[in-house]
């Protein structure tokens, strides 16, 4: 008697959300019920726990959705809460959103997909609307819009209006977690050396303001910006859209030679001195 096989396709997943905690049982449950009432069902949750000692595993269990992914284990902060889910995530786009964040409608990640389904980018973005007040926005603010490539070096896209390809964590796994507050930048400045960026107009979250990012500065990011932007970059700052940076970039210069990296020391004087015959 012979056998026949049957082979299936399986369609894959659009969305993994992410979202990472660490006593998060007050916020958590709003956070959840802005996913799991969406019109797209088309998702998974992981949520990536830092051991929490209140009842944050209390709540996500109350919920008994199959959806949702609950791992727990100590960390050293939110990047690494987030890189360890990136290695679970099985969706075709990753979205990051903070434990006391919400998605800003029930259709929003329907609306989302009619974009990302025709896109080739590796990263999309929108907006998202601040709720309370940081340094650089006020409550209710729509934040921020399209963000060209010469905002991007000033000023970065707010991580819960992104959607990152898994094609972006196929060639650079992980966030750099020696950035402990601006690893989302450092990993958005990457991907717009490296993807097609682009901007829909979807306001696709409820960004609570006040969290580190907010507040906090991040001296070894400031210090190492501008040596990873060459790095990311290279031959493509030849360009009149870096020329205001010209001094960011000529201070790279001892930096890596400090570090021995003599071709981009000496691709940072190369274009130090491009941008000076531009003037």
């Known amino acids: 008697m012979g056998f026949e096989y049957f082979h299936t396709t399986v369609k894959e997943m659009t969305y993994s959300i992410i979202v990472p905690t660490f006593n998060s049982a007050n916020t958590i449950q709003e956070c ?20 929490s000692t209140d009842a944050t595993r209390e709540v996500v269990e109350s919920f008994n959705d199959n959806r949702i992914k609950f791992f727990s284990e100590p960390d050293k ?12 995530a099985s969706g075709k786009w990753l979205l990051f959103i903070g434990s006391d964040d919400t998605l800003y409608t029930n259709k929003v990640l329907e609306e989302m997909k009619g974009y ?118 290279g031959e493509k700052l030849f360009d009149k859209s870096f020329q205001p940076h010209r001094k960011s970039i000529r201070k790279t210069i001892p930096l890596f030679l400090k570090k021995a990296e003599f071709r981009n020391a000496l691709l940072a004087m190369r274009l130090y001195l491009y941008y000076r015959r531009k003037k």
């Not at 959840?32 to 051991?51: K, P, R, T, V, Y």
């Not at 902060?77 to 679970?88: D, E, L, T």
């Not at 819009?145 to 650079?172: D, K, M």
């Not at 930048?185 to 696709?204: G, H, M, Q």
């Open 32 to 51: 959840l019920h802005s996913i799991l009432n969406q019109s797209c069902e088309d998702l998974e949750i992981l949520i990536s726990d830092g051991a």
């Open 77 to 88: 902060g939110v990047y690494f809460a987030m890189n360890k889910a990136i290695g679970r």
């Open 116 to 233: 990302l389904d025709k896109t080739d980018a590796g990263m999309v973005y929108g907006s998202v609307k601040i709720v309370g007040s940081a340094p650089w926005a006020e409550d209710g603010e729509i934040y921020r819009g399209e963000t060209p490539l010469t905002t991007l070096l000033v000023n970065n896209i707010c991580h819960q209006a992104i959607c990152y390809s898994r094609e972006v964590f196929n060639s650079r796994s992980s966030y750099n977690t020696d950035y402990p507050i601006c690893a989302d930048y450092d990993l958005n400045l990457f991907c717009a050396s490296r993807y097609k960026l682009e901007y829909v107009p979807v306001i696709l979250s409820n960004f609570k303001a006040g969290g580190l990012s907010s507040l906090v500065d991040d001296p070894v990011f400031r210090k190492e910006k501008w040596t990873n932007i060459v790095n990311y970059f």
